[in-house]
């Protein structure tokens, strides 16, 4: 007989961002190379490194942010209906997880999803019984030593931390602060870099400037980069909003 392969057509989504350039340089005078005890150059050599890979986290925080799939600790309605008491714990993170396989999100690293926390949500995990207790009653004696790590890193049931105090505390109107935790699926977002203009420390000694620096006095040390970041795809993230223990009340400025 005649077998027919059914033929299908693929779809591609287009998905944009605008790649930007950031940069930032300081002014070094020679006094300060000649007469200070610790090298000044690769000091700032190292301030601009740090300085860069913060500057493309927070850029990509940014547009994080905007998640719209969302998540209110004790299933609250809303941001502002987040109480003292909506604290991050694994049954919450295990209802993210719950989203992210139902819209058939895959594990990013080693069957893990990545989890992004501040350091006051950390906090409160692991005061967490339902993690603690899966360690201290866990046959496997390399969990336990996460006990005397600086930070926890993987936890029970297939989530992997990433603590930083750059996740965002935002505002609530009178019912104190609302973190943000991320849970990430595989392809949730993606970052852009242009190979033709690599991100780069830039060195200028005392001297290279020409007319600009007539008398050889100064050096400037600096970084550029181009980058982007861009949600890829809504479902393959979960952006929980929760308060944290550490603190309760209001701060102004955030």
Same mark, same amino acid.
């Given at each position: 007989?005649?077998?027919?392969?059914?033929?299908?057509?693929?779809?591609?989504?287009?998905?944009?961002?605008?790649?930007?350039?950031?940069?930032?340089?300081?002014?070094?005078?020679?006094?300060?190379?000649?007469?200070?005890?610790?090298?000044?150059?690769?000091?700032?050599?190292?301030?601009?490194?740090?300085?860069?890979?913060?500057?493309?986290?927070?850029?990509?925080?940014?547009?994080?942010?905007?998640?719209?799939?969302?998540?209110?600790?004790?299933?609250?309605?809303?941001?502002?209906?987040?109480?003292?008491?909506?604290?991050?714990?694994?049954?919450?993170?295990?209802?993210?997880?719950?989203?992210?396989?139902?819209?058939?999100?895959?594990?990013?690293?080693?069957?893990?999803?990545?989890?992004?926390?501040?350091?006051?949500?950390?906090?409160?995990?692991?005061?967490?019984?339902?993690?603690?207790?899966?360690?201290?009653?866990?046959?496997?004696?390399?969990?336990?030593? &996460?006990?005397?790590?600086?930070?926890? @890193?993987?936890?029970?049931?297939?989530? *992997? +931390?990433? !603590? $930083?105090?750059?996740?965002? =505390?935002?505002?609530?109107?009178?019912?104190?602060?609302?973190?943000?935790?991320?849970?990430?699926?595989?392809?949730?977002?993606?970052?852009?870099?242009?190979?033709?203009?690599?991100?780069?420390?830039?060195?200028?000694?005392?001297?290279?400037?020409?007319?600009?620096?007539?008398?050889? &006095?100064?050096?400037?040390?600096?970084? @550029?980069?181009?980058?982007?970041?861009? *949600? +890829?795809? !809504? $479902?393959?993230?979960?952006? =929980?909003?929760?308060?944290?223990?550490?603190?309760?009340?209001?701060?102004?400025?955030?």
């Amino acid at each position: 007989g005649t077998f027919h392969t059914p033929a299908i057509v693929a779809s591609w989504a287009e998905v944009t961002a605008t790649v930007r350039q950031y940069g930032i340089a300081a002014y070094i005078s020679d006094l300060d190379i000649n007469q200070a005890l610790d090298p000044q150059i690769s000091e700032y050599v190292d301030n601009m490194a740090e300085a860069m890979t913060e500057l493309l986290d927070l850029v990509t925080r940014d547009v994080l942010l905007y998640a719209t799939t969302l998540q209110y600790a004790n299933g609250r309605p809303s941001s502002s209906a987040v109480v003292s008491g909506d604290f991050l714990n694994l049954l919450e993170l295990r209802r993210a997880k719950r989203t992210l396989l139902r819209a058939n999100a895959e594990p990013v690293e080693d069957g893990k999803f990545p989890v992004l926390i501040h350091p006051d949500t950390a906090f409160d995990l692991e005061g967490d019984s339902n993690i603690t207790n899966i360690f201290q009653n866990s046959a496997a004696a390399g969990k336990q030593e &996460q006990y005397f790590n600086t930070v926890l @890193k993987d936890i029970p049931l297939g989530f *992997r +931390l990433y !603590e $930083s105090s750059i996740i965002p =505390i935002s505002r609530a109107s009178g019912y104190g602060d609302v973190y943000n935790t991320w849970v990430l699926g595989k392809e949730a977002y993606g970052t852009v870099k242009l190979d033709s203009m690599p991100a780069k420390i830039i060195v200028h000694l005392p001297g290279t400037s020409g007319v600009s620096d007539p008398l050889d &006095q100064v050096a400037t040390v600096g970084f @550029k980069c181009n980058f982007a970041s861009v *949600r +890829l795809n !809504e $479902s393959n993230m979960v952006l =929980i909003k929760h308060q944290a223990s550490v603190f309760t009340g209001t701060r102004a400025g955030l």
